[in-house]
């Protein structure tokens, strides 16, 4: 009988052009068996971190990268052998020798961006991610204990920093578990690796409170490096005025290059892919932007006979989102995408609405998907899961893809108003500004009401501005007078 084949575990692209994710902690290592879908790395992308599940079921052989290591979509995550087989034995050479015929078929590579279909669902992966799956598997049994986090540390070469003079807490032989990417990055901005230190949680898990104490050790440590005083510019004003133009130019950059008191900040991982986002947003959309004032006040009344009647809560955020859902179901060319090489207008079917939230790791754009299914106990419900995932960051990679329409309430920020950039490829998005009593004329009288700016910032190549002004007035209306949208329920 012919060797049984291993298989690889390639890394699959995490959506929105994530091309490259690093590895946070390693659940298993070689050695274990592992079972179909049983998570085995957790890696960190510009967006969120998350777990992988292994697609296939077997024994790990080797793994594709250190924890700290990145790695591009498509590189070799894992691999894995059957389970029983034995490649270092006299048997196994000599199958290994000899040619055969009934040798295990080998796996079909999935397409790049395809989840393979499974035919038997009892021997594949149910949980396919994009850019990897499996046609044809081997049943094996199941490991019957849990995985543990471990991780193999990268040499930090010349030392770590303050970590190298650091309080004795800090082991560079030890691997506690390390959850949070907020531990992580206060961790690493203060220059140190945030799994050699004992965590005070559940198996020795790193929590901020224990990252924040050794900062503070670090900081009144006597070898702990000072921070430069500011210094003068390397040239006077004086010398600046008498020089060419051209010299001055030189002048100038020297003199900024120079001074210590300037400081460089480098873009992370994140940064980097906002930055390109943010760019090319503006780089390709030709976008307008169109804004009005509403009063607010029926709308608060309104939720608040809503959550009398129900004994739930609902917020302003999920009932604007609700009136968004039913303009674009009027207006759908603001529920698209600008094709650029076809010249083609995509007008989406569902309405995958996604919510701007700041969150540990940055501005984010969670998505709600088939919100136009959704009724506005769904819908609330929907945002108020993605505003829990905000709070670590930590979002599942289809909680960041395929947005159609972005709303953003920018009001919680203490803001009336914003020029908002487009989430690209989207042709729309809406922003609420904070709610603030002013005086408001009502039935020609004077009166104080309750009010909030809405700013639609739309592709003009999708739409002119009579239909952003039609969707922006109806979703207005609604707030105004939120019964009014009773008759298209």
Same mark, same amino acid.
């Given at each position: ?32 068996? &592992? ?9 960190? %992308? ?13 024994? &790990? ?75 044809? %598997? ?10 543990? *986090? ?25 691997? %506690? ?30 929590? *901020? ?103 739930? *809560? ?32 995509? &007008? ?102 309750? &009010?909030?700016?809405?700013?639609? %910032? ?32």
């Amino acid at each position: 009988m012919g060797r049984l084949m291993g298989r690889d575990f390639i890394l699959p692209d995490l959506g929105e052009g994530l091309t490259e994710a690093e590895i946070v902690a390693w659940l298993v290592e070689p050695g274990d068996e &592992v079972a179909i879908d049983q998570p085995v790395v957790e890696l960190e %992308s510009a967006k969120s971190v998350v777990q992988l599940p292994t697609p296939f079921a077997g024994v &790990v052989e080797s793994l594709g990268g250190e924890v700290g290591d990145v790695l591009h979509a498509g590189a070799v995550l894992m691999s894995l052998a059957p389970v029983g087989a034995d490649a270092d034995s006299p048997e196994a050479a000599m199958r290994d020798a000899e040619p055969s015929t009934d040798a295990a078929p080998a796996p079909v590579p999935a397409e790049p961006g395809i989840a393979v279909p499974t035919d038997t669902a009892t021997e594949e992966s149910g949980a396919v991610l994009i850019g990897y799956g499996t046609r044809a %598997s081997t049943a094996t049994k199941r490991a019957a204990t849990a995985p543990t *986090r471990f991780g193999r540390r990268r040499s930090a070469g010349g030392g770590q920093g303050p970590g190298s003079a650091a309080p004795s807490r800090l082991d560079p032989s030890r691997r %506690s578990p390390v959850v949070s990417p907020i531990v992580r990055r206060i961790a690493r901005e203060h220059g140190f690796d945030a799994s050699q230190l004992e965590g005070s949680g559940p198996d020795h898990l790193v929590t *901020r409170r224990d990252v924040e104490s050794f900062v503070r050790d670090l900081q009144a440590a006597p070898t702990a490096p000072a921070v430069p005083p500011p210094t003068a510019p390397a040239a006077p004003p004086a010398a600046l005025e008498t020089a060419a133009p051209a010299d001055t130019t030189a002048a100038v950059a020297d003199t900024a290059g120079a001074s210590a008191a300037d400081r460089r900040v480098p873009l992370d991982r994140m940064g980097r892919a906002a930055a390109a986002h943010f760019s090319r947003s503006r780089r390709e959309i030709p976008e307008a932007t169109v804004w009005m004032d509403v009063d607010a006040t029926e709308l608060l009344v309104a939720r608040r006979e809503l959550q009398e009647a129900t004994g739930e *809560r609902f917020g302003v955020t999920a009932l604007v989102a609700r009136f968004v859902v039913a303009g674009l179901a009027r207006h759908p060319l603001l529920n698209s995408s600008f094709d650029a090489e076809r010249d083609e207008i995509v &007008v989406h079917e569902a309405v995958n609405l996604g919510i701007a939230a700041q969150t540990p790791r940055g501005l984010l754009v969670p998505v709600v998907h088939g919100a136009e299914r959704m009724t506005l106990r769904a819908i609330r419900d929907a945002i108020g899961a993605r505003s829990d995932e905000a709070t670590t960051g930590a979002f599942a990679p289809a909680a960041l893809t395929g947005g159609t329409f972005t709303l953003n309430n920018y009001g919680t920020l203490g803001v009336d108003g914003s020029a908002a950039i487009i989430n690209h490829p989207e042709a729309a998005m809406l922003g609420i500004g904070r709610l603030v009593e002013r005086p408001w004329v009502v039935g020609g009288e004077l009166a104080v009401r309750t &009010v909030t700016e809405l700013t639609l %910032s739309f592709d003009h190549r999708v739409c002119d501005g009579a239909e952003a002004a039609a969707f922006l007035t109806f979703v207005a209306r609604c707030i105004e007078r939120p019964v009014s949208l009773l008759a298209d329920l």
